[in-house]
């Protein structure tokens, strides 16, 4: 089946420019450029989070990357009949994300996606605050949780049409009563490459994710957050579902960054899919004002 084959870049409107290239860079040790701006990059992609001005504070764009431009069409024939509006990227979009060629879509939330083909690899970057780097290669840049205002209908956009296989459910009573299933999905060793919830959340986006290569980076960046008052939205911490040890930042934007090490990886000829009632093994400890 032509599917997605990883997360390939974020974008995000931010008010704040200045702040999140403070918070990229000097906290969590990505390769920042720009000004009025931001590319960011982590690895050997030219580029994996655009921060463009404005007042959203939210994820604008997810660009899910598929190998090759048959999988584009076979993906897009499958969305439209489907009824999804499938649209073909402007040549100067395309330029702009640094793909060869892309096709907007919207997730059943309204979450603007993009499909893409064709990164630009380059000399990898250097993160000398990160030193064990960034953990991407087939994984992709890490994994997104966004809000869903009908699961049924995120499950079938994303598994039926983009491809995402279902890695396990993580069950949780929020408050009494008030019970939600996260619904996590791969799309390649990742364990999770996307995940999403029907729940109160403010935003589209819940967090992204990215992985180091070691324990000592994640305590390092834990450190520089601390040290620059950057709010730690989650202490450290290890998650049940997919093993990552990790913290969550919260982003000039609002929103959370998870910043993790040695996320389980899936193999789908052996996996099975379970339900956990709970987010973490110990840790990750909501801060409380
Ligand atoms: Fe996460």
């Not at 995000?12 to 920042?32: K, Q, T």
């Not at 579902?241 to 040695?262: A, W």
Request: with cysteine; hydrophobic share 40%; aromatic share 6%.
């Amino acid at each position: 089946m032509s599917e997605v084959t990883e997360l390939s870049y974020l974008g995000i409107e931010a008010s704040d420019i200045h702040a999140w290239r403070r918070f990229a860079g000097e906290c969590l040790g990505m390769d920042v450029t720009g000004d009025a701006a931001l590319t960011i990059r982590l690895d050997d992609h030219a580029s994996r989070l655009f921060v463009t001005p404005g007042e959203l504070d939210d994820l604008a764009f997810a660009g899910f990357e598929v190998a090759s431009e048959a999988d584009l069409e076979t993906i897009a024939a499958r969305a439209t009949a489907a009824g999804s509006s499938v649209e073909e990227g402007k040549p100067e979009t395309a330029r702009a994300r640094g793909v060869q060629r892309l096709l907007h879509l919207e997730d059943p939330s309204g979450l603007p996606i993009e499909l893409c083909v064709g990164p630009t690899i380059t000399k990898p970057c250097k993160t000398p605050l990160v030193p064990s780097g960034f953990v991407t290669g087939q994984g992709g840049l890490g994994h997104i949780v966004v809000r869903s205002l009908d699961s049924e209908a995120s499950d079938r956009f994303y598994c039926d049409l983009l491809g995402f296989r279902l890695t396990d459910v993580v069950r949780l009573e929020i408050k009494p009563g008030l019970v939600i299933d996260i619904r996590f999905l791969h799309t390649n060793h990742r364990h999770h490459t996307l995940a999403f919830a029907e729940g109160p959340l403010p935003k589209r986006l819940d967090h992204f994710m990215v992985e180091a290569g070691g324990v000592d980076d994640v305590g390092r960046a834990l450190e520089r957050c601390i040290d620059a008052d950057v709010p730690i939205a989650r202490s450290l911490g290890r998650h049940a579902n997919d093993g990552m040890f990790s913290f969550y930042s919260t982003s000039p934007s609002g929103f959370s960054v998870e910043f993790g090490t040695g996320g389980r990886l899936v193999d789908d000829d052996t996996w099975q899919v379970k339900t956990h009632d709970q987010m973490s093994l110990w840790g990750h400890r909501a801060r409380t004002a």
